[in-house]
């Protein structure tokens, strides 16, 4: 079997000190990827694509199912025949740059109930949106009361651990990950791509194809921003935390605070900011009056 690669070579001109250098860099590959989604009675199947995204090859069933469960289409593997790898290029060889996802005969999918227009790209998930009422996934809840409990100092720890997880950002320098941690501050899991989006749906793809993993005992890290669209995500995946290295929107903290999801962003070694805590997942230390300015 070939292993996958994840980035690609090519020559550059680096000007450094006053002086000009060639050499070999590393980029990320990014390339389309479509999903379609096949239901209906058996005999009159319909197949509609639901999502052209950009993104980073690897882990492509994940993303697409990651995808579907976000999006509320899809719940447990009972409600799926067959995930598929198809597409061909132009030379004629098959590329796996659609994914045809077949759902039960009896699975509901109501294809014109999702208002939106579902093309997407490496740095936006949600374009095309019809509304923002349309941006909640219709059935969820706020998050309940949890045991998960993660120490303040671990906090700070979680992004250096995530980076040093993330082979082909240390190649590339252009992508970004989204890792699961547990209660002592480990990495347990880590997906990388060129669209935040898709590394979290590639993250919840896992966790949809192996339900072992409790998502109630884990927190969500993610490289880059806390975004609307990421905080969603983490609210229908029932996460009840979300560690972020760059700052939130106010309609992340918003969403975090309706569904009693524990943000934090600016997360370092040195500080990090809370945003959100209903959960009481973060263990604090106490607070220094001194300090308040």
């Known amino acids: ?53 950009m993104r980073t090859p690897g882990d492509d069933e ?38 045809r996802i077949d759902l039960l005969p009896d ?23 019809s509304s923002i009422e349309t941006l909640a996934v219709k059935g969820i809840e706020p998050i309940p ?29 252009g992508i970004h990950a989204a890792g699961f941690a547990d209660e002592f501050g480990d990495i347990v899991v880590v997906r990388e791509d060129v669209g935040r989006h898709n590394a979290v749906d590639k993250l919840l793809g896992y966790s949809f194809l192996n339900p072992d993993l409790d998502l109630s005992k884990h927190a969500l890290v993610v490289s880059g921003r806390a975004s609307f669209e990421l905080v969603q995500k983490a609210i229908v995946a029932r996460i009840p935390a979300m560690i972020a290295v760059g700052a939130p929107s106010s309609l992340a903290v918003e969403m975090a605070h309706r569904y009693r999801l524990t943000l934090v962003g600016f997360a370092s070694e040195k500080r990090f900011n809370i945003y959100t805590d209903e959960n009481g997942v973060l263990q604090l230390p106490p607070q220094n009056p001194s300090a308040n300015k």
């Open 1 to 53: 079997m070939e292993t996958e690669t994840f980035e690609h070579q090519l020559s550059v001109i680096e000007i450094r000190d006053g002086h000009r250098i060639e050499r070999n860099d590393a980029v990320a590959i990014e390339e389309p990827m479509e999903i379609r989604v096949v239901f209906g009675p058996l005999e009159s199947r319909t197949v509609r694509s639901v999502s052209v995204t």
């Open 107 to 129: 699975h509901p999918f109501d294809f014109s109930s999702l208002q939106r227009s579902f093309f997407t790209h490496s740095s936006c998930g949600v374009c095309g949106k």
């Open 145 to 173: 009361n949890t045991e998960f409990k993660l120490d303040s100092h671990l906090v700070g720890l979680l992004p250096n651990r995530l980076k040093s997880s993330q082979p082909t950002f240390a190649a590339t320098g």
């Open 62 to 99: 994940e993303l697409a199912l990651g995808f579907l469960f976000a999006e509320g289409i899809i719940r447990s593997q009972n409600q799926i025949i067959s995930v598929e790898r198809k597409g061909i290029a132009d030379s004629g060889k098959p590329t796996g740059n659609t994914i």
